[in-house]
């Protein structure tokens, strides 16, 4: 019961497949009212306050992922009727099909708010429902002071939702209420119909956008634009024939976007995981990266190598601890960038370390490796390794990393780039350590064991400069690994 | 025959329910649109050879002569007992569109010397400017559709580069189209000696029709099927160009980006599919309070679920357009709408066109009824289930018959085909009551939609006043091989039936070739075959018949097999 009053829209059990119940509570704006809040907790711990606690409201249900608004096709029940609990009570129509909705409690239908043929956001009230006969003339008042100020006060109590992150109380502290339109009188937007469709889809206020059609109208174009989509027109017909009467039509299709394929070959689909990364890597594109590269001579790290091999220790798991000891000390390399506005200064360091597995590509995370010793991470990683093979990796064990670490250094490849992977501010690339000829201060040659790394950073947090800082500090526990033994 | 009666299935004939409450709210306009009678010269030429120039009534009546000595050869031969004098026909018909050309065609089988009147061109609405002419462009629409739709394709597996269409190919199409149907009909009645008299014909008196300006010619029965016309309710301006009825939207001299249609029946919603799919953006203005209002509700929804909601069309419901101006001096068309309940103006639409598809009105003016004490009512000719023509003191008009759109009983080119069919049946001596509730209809959009009989709330409000129990049973075109093979599952096939008798009231479809499915059930009704007969019947796998197949064994029928006796048709 108590979980009712967190979503409306995620509460919504499906008993049959035909039939959905919706949940009811006090308010769509709960999370706005914290007075009526402690009211609705009082009733249920039995503090019968015969107050407006009993009035309940009905709300829109969400009948499918993509439904923004629903439409009453007809109230089964009417203002009056008593109800019980599994009862059907109105019958909603979706983007998809007609469906019976249930109430979840006993009570009497006291009023309808959004009557037959009218349509409804999700997760707006369309109907009260009182406990006892007393409350239904309490009810009907109130619907009819809802009735005034429409169904807006919905989409507010959405946007407020997700407020639950502990993010910094300035940015979530209130909701702004809704700006009023302008105002500015009689200046009558047209808009095609297709713009319409477009407006309610993308959430583009159609009296805002200035039309480019035909006598001002506003077209689909002018939407898309609005709302920030580069359109990919699959070639409207319609152009073509504007031209005069040209005879020959076919030439005209010259901008054929894709090659074709070559014949014989094959087309394979993606798997899901496959789908993933290529979502991922698309992502990549709208972070403006850069690169930093830092050579580190690796003889120390190699003999601490030869000594702790015997006990289990990987080279991954060396890498790791180093990398996490350095973001210890530069946590804005080990920050994120979510909505381009604000750093998410992230409390655990967790390496994510880039393994080929099966024809794809995964990511299992070593979760606090600043904190855990070298024998416990090289324990872990193989248990990650193998239920990565198995394919029983749990979602926080390949989507939690804070920074990633990617090492082509045992196929011998001396230096690359990494993309950096969408949530994280910044991914490491290891090349192969080798022997090099090195002159020092003094110019005396030696031939030293060298490995290039390369660090790819989101530059809207991660500046040069600091990126510089923490592949310094990196280098130096590379260079005297002891540190990463203790 | 067989080929006019099975392309007939009309759009523009029909008259969507929401245009009769429009038409009794308005009065219809005293002189409808005139637009017919420039077909003559045509018409001329096509009828002979003999290039006879200037058109005159002496060329005329020189034709009417000639048949004359022939008839009057027969005419003695025959030597008709019950009229007092002989007759230049045994059958005369006025109006050579689908009606009148199947009543010719069954009367000559019959053995009636006929004749058939038309002031226009052989074919009527249907062939030239309704059902025959928005095959073709929907033939056109359907593919578009199809090579547009990228998921469906590939779907299929199948890879298309961009489709593309020539306007005046589309329209060139539809022209042939209609010029080869015209002259299929045309080449059928000479064939088999209908005479084809040119000109505008008249009712002079009992038996005498006037043919052209003075061409007096004497029939032993006459049949009016002279039609219909779009309707324009008033304050609409009709310019050709940018507001149109379907008389010029068949032509499409061009695709708007923007038009709006005024009406939501088969003709608005045919050409919103052809629109849409040729790039066009669209919006209905309906009168009644939901679009579609003569289909089936549940159908009705399903179509607009698929139809509507989807495409890039919306909708005003529950308005009238009171006043519509054509685009002039770089402004757009605008349409004024006014709340339809309670009159208050609603809202100004500015659009690139104005298709009027509001219906059509009977082309019955200037028919010489007042001749014969004959009063139309709202234009059309009352008649009787015989379709003999009713006089204004409520009496038969003896030897004379109206058919098809002018008697508007079925705004269908078939019905009027068979209304016709039925008139010669009685004339050749057998009784015969056409059973209108056996007639289907179709709606050619993308998937087709298709009916027969009475709809689900017709049929319940019949079984309370007559006290039996009504049922309804669907089969979805998802669960049909055929349908999913096509990858076109989406689609409803509706029953509507009494479970004691198992008799069929009204069947329902939308789907992939509804108009072509609908005849299993509409044969049933004309024959009176019961459900519980129907279900052993045999379907082809896998075919969309077995929709149907599946929609009677889906049916509860408490009767036991062929024991019901097969009811004698019904008429309305």
Same mark, same amino acid.
């Given at each position: 019961?108590?979980?009712?009053?967190s979503s409306?829209?995620?509460?919504v059990?499906?008993?049959?497949?035909?039939?959905?119940?919706?949940?009811?509570s006090l308010?769509?704006?709960?999370p706005?009212?914290?007075?009526?809040?402690?009211?609705?907790?009082?009733?249920?711990?039995? =503090?019968a306050?015969?107050?407006?606690?009993?009035?309940?409201?009905?709300?829109?249900?969400?009948?499918?992922s993509?439904?923004?608004?629903?439409?009453?096709?007809?109230?089964?029940k009417?203002?009056?009727?008593?109800?019980?609990?599994?009862?059907s009570? +109105?019958?909603?129509?979706?983007?998809?099909?007609?469906?019976?909705?249930?109430?979840?409690?006993?009570?009497?239908?006291?009023?309808?708010?959004v009557?037959?043929?009218?349509?409804a956001?999700?997760?707006? &009230?369309?109907?009260?429902?009182?406990?006892?006969?007393?409350?239904?003339?309490?009810?009907k008042?109130k619907?009819?002071?809802? #009735?005034?100020?429409?169904?807006?006060?919905?989409?507010?109590?959405?946007?407020?939702?997700p407020?639950?992150?502990?993010?910094p109380p300035?940015?979530?502290?209130?909701a702004?209420?809704?700006?009023?339109?302008?105002?500015?009188?009689?200046?009558?937007?047209?808009?095609?119909p297709?713009a319409?469709?477009?407006?309610?889809?993308?959430?583009v206020?159609?009296?805002k956008?200035?039309?480019?059609?035909?006598?001002?109208?506003?077209?689909?174009?002018?939407?898309?634009?609005?709302?920030g989509? +580069?359109?990919?027109?699959?070639?409207?017909?319609a152009?073509?024939?504007?031209?005069?009467?040209?005879?020959v039509?076919?030439p005209?299709?010259?901008?054929?976007?894709?090659?074709p394929?070559?014949?014989?070959?094959?087309?394979?689909?993606?798997?899901?995981?496959q789908?993933?990364?290529?979502?991922?890597m698309?992502?990549?594109l709208?972070?403006?990266s850069f690169?930093?590269?830092?050579?580190i001579?690796?003889?120390?790290?190699?003999a601490?190598?030869e000594?702790?091999?015997?006990?289990?220790?990987?080279?991954?798991?060396?890498?790791?601890?180093?990398?996490?000891?350095?973001?210890?000390?530069?946590p804005?390399?080990?920050?994120?960038c979510?909505?381009g506005?604000?750093?998410?200064?992230?409390?655990?360091i967790?390496i994510?370390?880039?393994?080929?597995?099966?024809?794809?590509?995964?990511?299992?995370?070593?979760?606090?490796?600043?904190?855990?010793?070298?024998?416990?991470?090289?324990?872990?990683?193989?248990e990650?390794?193998?239920?990565?093979?198995?394919?029983?990796?749990?979602?926080?064990?390949?989507?939690?990393?804070?920074?990633?670490?990617?090492?082509?250094?045992?196929?011998? +490849? *001396?230096?690359?780039?990494?993309?950096l992977?969408?949530?994280?501010?910044?991914?490491?690339?290891?090349?192969?350590?080798?022997?090099?000829?090195?002159?020092?201060?003094d110019?005396?040659?030696?031939?030293?064991?060298?490995m290039l790394v390369n660090?790819t950073?989101d530059?809207?947090?991660?500046?040069?400069?600091d990126?510089?800082?923490?592949?310094?500090?990196f280098?130096?526990?590379?260079?005297?690994?002891?540190?990463l033994?203790? | 025959?067989?080929?006019?009666?099975?392309?007939?299935?009309?759009?523009?004939?029909?008259?969507?329910?929401?245009?009769?409450?429009?038409?009794?709210?308005?009065?219809?306009?005293?002189?409808?649109?005139?637009l017919?009678?420039?077909?003559?010269?045509?018409?001329?030429?096509?009828?002979?050879?003999?290039?006879?120039?200037p058109?005159?009534?002496s060329?005329?009546?020189?034709s009417?002569?000639?048949? =004359?000595?022939?008839?009057?050869?027969?005419?003695?031969?025959?030597?008709s007992?019950?009229a007092?004098?002989?007759?230049?026909y045994?059958?005369?018909?006025?109006g050579?569109?689908?009606g009148?050309?199947?009543?010719?065609?069954?009367?000559?089988?019959?053995?009636?010397?006929?004749?058939?009147?038309?002031?226009?061109?052989v074919?009527?609405?249907?062939?030239?400017?309704?059902?025959?002419?928005?095959?073709?462009l929907?033939?056109?629409?359907?593919?578009?559709?199809?090579l547009q739709?990228?998921?469906?394709?590939?779907?299929?597996?199948?890879?298309?580069?961009?489709a593309?269409?020539?306007?005046?190919?589309?329209?060139d199409?539809? =022209?042939?189209?209609?010029?080869?149907?015209?002259?299929?009909?045309?080449?059928s009645?000479?064939a088999l000696?209908? *005479?084809i008299l040119t000109?505008?014909?008249?009712?002079?008196?009992p038996?005498?029709?006037?043919?052209?300006?003075?061409?007096?010619?004497?029939?032993?029965?006459?049949?009016?099927?002279?039609?219909s016309? &779009?309707?324009?309710?008033?304050?609409?301006?009709?310019?050709?160009?940018?507001?149109?009825?379907?008389?010029?939207?068949?032509?499409?001299?061009?695709?708007?980006d923007?038009?709006?249609?005024?009406?939501?029946?088969y003709?608005?919603l045919?050409?919103s599919?052809v629109?849409?799919?040729?790039?066009?953006?669209?919006?209905?203005?309906?009168?009644?309070?939901q679009?579609m209002?003569g289909?089936?509700?549940?159908?009705?929804?399903?179509?607009q679920?698929?139809?509507?909601?989807?495409?890039?069309i919306?909708?005003h419901?529950?308005?009238?357009?009171?006043?519509?101006?054509?685009a002039?001096?770089?402004?757009?068309v605008?349409?004024e709408?006014?709340?339809?309940?309670?009159?208050?103006?609603?809202e100004?639409l500015?659009? *690139?066109?104005a298709?009027?598809?509001?219906?059509?009105?009977?082309?019955?003016?200037?028919?010489?009824l007042?001749?014969?004490n004959?009063?139309?009512?709202r234009?059309?000719i009352?008649? *009787?289930?015989?379709?003999?023509?009713?006089?204004?003191?409520?009496?038969?008009?003896?030897?004379?018959?109206?058919? #098809?759109?002018?008697n508007?009983?079925?705004?269908?080119?078939?019905?009027?085909?068979?209304?016709?069919?039925?008139?010669?049946?009685?004339?050749?001596g057998?009784d015969?009551?056409? =059973?209108h509730?056996?007639?289907?209809?179709?709606?050619f959009?993308?998937?087709?939609?298709?009916?027969?009989?009475?709809?689900?709330?017709?049929?319940?409000?019949?079984?309370?006043?007559?006290?039996?129990?009504?049922?309804?049973?669907?089969?979805?075109?998802?669960?049909?091989?055929?349908?999913?093979?096509?990858?076109?599952?989406?689609?409803?096939?509706k029953?509507?039936?009494?479970?004691?008798?198992g008799?069929i009231?009204?069947?329902?479809?939308? #789907?992939?070739?509804?108009?072509?499915?609908?005849?299993?059930?509409?044969?049933?009704?004309?024959?009176?075959?019961?459900?519980?007969?129907?279900?052993?019947?045999?379907?082809?796998?896998?075919t969309?018949?077995?929709?149907?197949?599946?929609?009677?064994?889906?049916?509860?029928?408490?009767?036991?097999?062929?024991?019901?006796?097969?009811?004698?048709?019904?008429?309305?």
């Amino acid at each position: 019961m108590a979980s009712a009053s967190s979503s409306l829209l995620s509460k919504v059990p499906t008993s049959s497949a035909n039939t959905i119940s919706f949940s009811a509570s006090l308010s769509p704006a709960l999370p706005l009212f914290p007075s009526q809040f402690h009211l609705r907790r009082h009733r249920k711990t039995g =503090n019968a306050l015969r107050v407006q606690s009993k009035i309940r409201e009905i709300f829109m249900p969400a009948l499918s992922s993509t439904m923004t608004e629903g439409k009453i096709v007809s109230w089964i029940k009417s203002e009056g009727d008593l109800l019980s609990k599994g009862e059907s009570v +109105v019958v909603v129509e979706s983007d998809k099909a007609d469906m019976d909705v249930e109430t979840f409690y006993d009570g009497i239908l006291a009023a309808i708010v959004v009557p037959e043929g009218e349509s409804a956001p999700v997760g707006a &009230p369309i109907g009260l429902l009182a406990e006892t006969e007393e409350e239904i003339a309490e009810a009907k008042a109130k619907a009819a002071s809802a #009735g005034g100020s429409s169904p807006a006060p919905a989409p507010a109590a959405a946007a407020a939702a997700p407020a639950v992150s502990p993010s910094p109380p300035a940015t979530a502290a209130s909701a702004p209420p809704p700006p009023p339109r302008p105002a500015d009188g009689p200046r009558k937007t047209v808009a095609t119909p297709s713009a319409k469709k477009l407006a309610k889809q993308h959430k583009v206020d159609i009296s805002k956008v200035v039309g480019t059609g035909p006598f001002g109208r506003v077209t689909p174009g002018d939407i898309e634009a609005a709302a920030g989509i +580069v359109s990919t027109k699959p070639n409207v017909a319609a152009p073509a024939v504007a031209a005069q009467s040209a005879p020959v039509a076919a030439p005209k299709v010259a901008s054929a976007p894709s090659t074709p394929a070559l014949p014989g070959s094959t087309v394979v689909p993606f798997t899901t995981m496959q789908s993933a990364v290529s979502k991922n890597m698309l992502e990549s594109l709208s972070v403006p990266s850069f690169r930093v590269g830092y050579p580190i001579t690796t003889d120390a790290l190699d003999a601490l190598y030869e000594k702790v091999k015997p006990k289990g220790v990987t080279m991954t798991a060396l890498l790791a601890k180093a990398a996490a000891m350095a973001l210890a000390q530069h946590p804005v390399v080990n920050a994120s960038c979510k909505d381009g506005k604000s750093f998410t200064y992230n409390s655990n360091i967790n390496i994510a370390v880039a393994v080929a597995i099966n024809g794809g590509l995964i990511t299992p995370v070593l979760q606090d490796a600043d904190k855990l010793d070298l024998y416990l991470l090289s324990q872990k990683w193989r248990e990650l390794v193998e239920k990565a093979r198995a394919k029983q990796l749990q979602p926080n064990e390949y989507n939690s990393g804070t920074f990633t670490l990617s090492n082509l250094g045992m196929f011998g +490849v *001396d230096r690359f780039d990494a993309i950096l992977p969408p949530g994280q501010g910044a991914i490491m690339a290891v090349g192969a350590s080798k022997p090099t000829v090195i002159a020092d201060k003094d110019g005396f040659f030696s031939v030293k064991n060298k490995m290039l790394v390369n660090v790819t950073a989101d530059h809207r947090i991660v500046y040069g400069a600091d990126l510089a800082a923490f592949l310094q500090t990196f280098s130096k526990i590379i260079e005297n690994p002891e540190s990463l033994t203790m | 025959m067989q080929a006019s009666l099975s392309l007939s299935v009309s759009n523009p004939a029909a008259i969507p329910r929401s245009s009769h409450g429009f038409e009794s709210s308005i009065p219809f306009p005293s002189k409808p649109v005139n637009l017919r009678f420039c077909g003559l010269r045509r018409e001329a030429l096509g009828f002979s050879s003999a290039s006879s120039y200037p058109l005159s009534t002496s060329r005329s009546s020189r034709s009417i002569a000639r048949s =004359n000595k022939v008839s009057a050869s027969l005419g003695g031969a025959n030597g008709s007992s019950s009229a007092p004098k002989s007759f230049d026909y045994d059958l005369i018909i006025i109006g050579a569109g689908v009606g009148g050309h199947g009543a010719a065609l069954h009367a000559v089988e019959k053995g009636l010397k006929t004749a058939i009147v038309e002031g226009d061109v052989v074919g009527g609405t249907c062939v030239n400017r309704g059902c025959v002419p928005s095959k073709a462009l929907l033939a056109v629409s359907g593919r578009m559709r199809e090579l547009q739709n990228e998921h469906h394709l590939k779907a299929l597996g199948l890879q298309v580069s961009a489709a593309g269409y020539d306007r005046q190919g589309v329209a060139d199409h539809a =022209n042939n189209l209609a010029t080869k149907i015209r002259g299929n009909l045309t080449n059928s009645m000479k064939a088999l000696g209908v *005479d084809i008299l040119t000109g505008f014909g008249a009712v002079l008196g009992p038996q005498k029709v006037k043919v052209g300006k003075d061409t007096v010619v004497t029939a032993k029965d006459i049949i009016i099927a002279t039609g219909s016309v &779009p309707f324009v309710p008033k304050g609409i301006e009709v310019d050709g160009k940018t507001v149109i009825t379907s008389d010029h939207a068949l032509k499409l001299e061009f695709v708007p980006d923007w038009i709006a249609i005024v009406g939501s029946g088969y003709i608005g919603l045919e050409f919103s599919d052809v629109y849409t799919a040729l790039g066009s953006e669209v919006t209905f203005v309906e009168a009644l309070d939901q679009l579609m209002p003569g289909f089936d509700p549940e159908i009705g929804k399903l179509a607009q679920r698929v139809l509507i909601n989807p495409r890039k069309i919306d909708y005003h419901t529950g308005v009238f357009a009171t006043k519509i101006t054509p685009a002039n001096n770089g402004k757009p068309v605008t349409i004024e709408l006014i709340d339809a309940k309670t009159k208050e103006p609603k809202e100004t639409l500015e659009v *690139d066109a104005a298709l009027i598809a509001t219906g059509r009105a009977p082309f019955t003016n200037g028919l010489g009824l007042e001749n014969i004490n004959v009063a139309t009512q709202r234009g059309f000719i009352p008649v *009787d289930e015989r379709m003999r023509v009713i006089d204004s003191n409520g009496d038969l008009v003896p030897h004379l018959f109206c058919i #098809g759109d002018a008697n508007g009983k079925m705004m269908l080119a078939h019905a009027a085909s068979a209304q016709g069919i039925s008139v010669v049946e009685q004339l050749t001596g057998r009784d015969h009551v056409l =059973n209108h509730l056996s007639i289907p209809a179709a709606c050619f959009t993308h998937p087709e939609i298709s009916m027969v009989g009475l709809t689900e709330p017709q049929a319940r409000e019949k079984a309370e006043l007559e006290g039996f129990e009504v049922a309804v049973a669907k089969t979805s075109f998802k669960a049909n091989t055929k349908a999913l093979a096509e990858n076109e599952g989406e689609g409803l096939a509706k029953l509507i039936y009494r479970p004691d008798n198992g008799e069929i009231l009204g069947v329902h479809i939308f #789907g992939l070739h509804a108009a072509d499915l609908i005849h299993e059930a509409s044969n049933a009704i004309a024959l009176g075959t019961r459900i519980q007969d129907l279900k052993l019947a045999v379907h082809a796998h896998p075919t969309l018949s077995e929709v149907l197949d599946e929609l009677f064994k889906s049916a509860k029928v408490n009767a036991h097999v062929g024991s019901s006796p097969v009811a004698e048709p019904v008429a309305v």
